[in-house]
């Protein structure tokens, strides 16, 4: 993959579009590739940090596992996004694990080069603070979600959270097809897969959503967006 191919993907992302051109030359210069294979676990829950990550292609499957051993997915991470930086900073070990869903590229800047972009920076906390505010507002947000929306609401919601996603990251107001199969939306809303379906079979039948194998098409984002909020 070409240094000018990664910028691209990298400047889909606005948080690293934010920063000054110095210190984005910096990160991409300290940054080294690392290939992953379809399901090849990229680190585990209290695994130490040993780098800061942005996915260039493919995509991290974020998750823990309960005693029972049912995993709990907590997100995908998609091209132009950076992960990894909370443990780096508090020292602590990693909170989840993170295995490659597909073969996945990702730029990995290491432990030692994320300190010292500290020391040679004074505007780089500025920058690692505002990303570690988006996390958090990420998180009030799936609170709110999980706390006061029925299950369909927040299918629906995931499933609008899922297309802003890969709207930004294609810079595509239209995209209107998820890649995403029913197991995955049951373990990322903590469901059964057939409780999913009836839902999704309901969504098709009210003309919201167009299911293929493997796949959604949103029909009326409108419609998505106001069955969110119940």
């Given at each position: 993959m070409q240094s000018n191919e990664i910028r691209q993907i990298l400047s889909q992302n606005p948080w690293f579009?934010?920063?000054?051109v110095s210190l984005a030359d910096?990160?991409?210069?300290?940054g080294k590739l690392k290939l992953l294979h379809n399901q090849q676990i990229l680190h585990q829950k209290n695994d130490l940090a040993d780098g800061?990550?942005?996915?260039?292609?493919?995509?991290?499957?974020?998750?823990?596992f309960t005693v029972e051993g049912k995993e709990l997915v907590l997100t995908w991470i998609q091209p132009g996004n950076w992960?990894?930086?909370?443990?780096?900073?508090?020292?602590l070990p990693r909170t989840h694990d993170g295995h490659a869903e597909e073969s996945t590229t990702l730029l990995k800047v290491s432990k030692s080069s994320f300190?010292?972009?500290?020391?040679?920076?004074?505007?780089?906390?500025?920058?690692i603070m505002r990303l570690l505010c988006q996390r958090v507002r990420a998180t009030f947000s799936l609170i709110d979600e999980t706390g006061c929306l029925s299950?369909?609401?927040?299918?629906?919601?995931?499933?609008?959270?899922?297309?802003?996603?890969?709207?930004?990251?294609?810079?595509?107001?239209?995209t209107a097809e998820l890649a995403i199969s029913q197991d995955a939306l049951a373990q990322l809303i903590h469901?059964?897969?057939q409780t999913i379906n009836k839902i999704l079979q309901g969504l098709q039948k009210e003309n919201v959503i167009n299911l293929k194998y493997g796949k959604i098409t949103i029909l009326d984002r409108h419609a998505l967006e106001k069955l969110s909020q119940i």
């Open positions: 579009a934010s920063l000054p910096k990160l991409l210069e300290k800061f990550y942005c996915v260039l292609s493919g995509r991290i499957r974020i998750s823990n992960f990894g930086e909370i443990s780096l900073i508090d020292g300190e010292q972009l500290f020391k040679d920076n004074h505007e780089w906390s500025q920058h299950l369909k609401g927040q299918l629906c919601k995931r499933l609008s959270l899922l297309q802003e996603g890969l709207e930004e990251q294609q810079h595509n107001t239209m469901s059964s897969r």
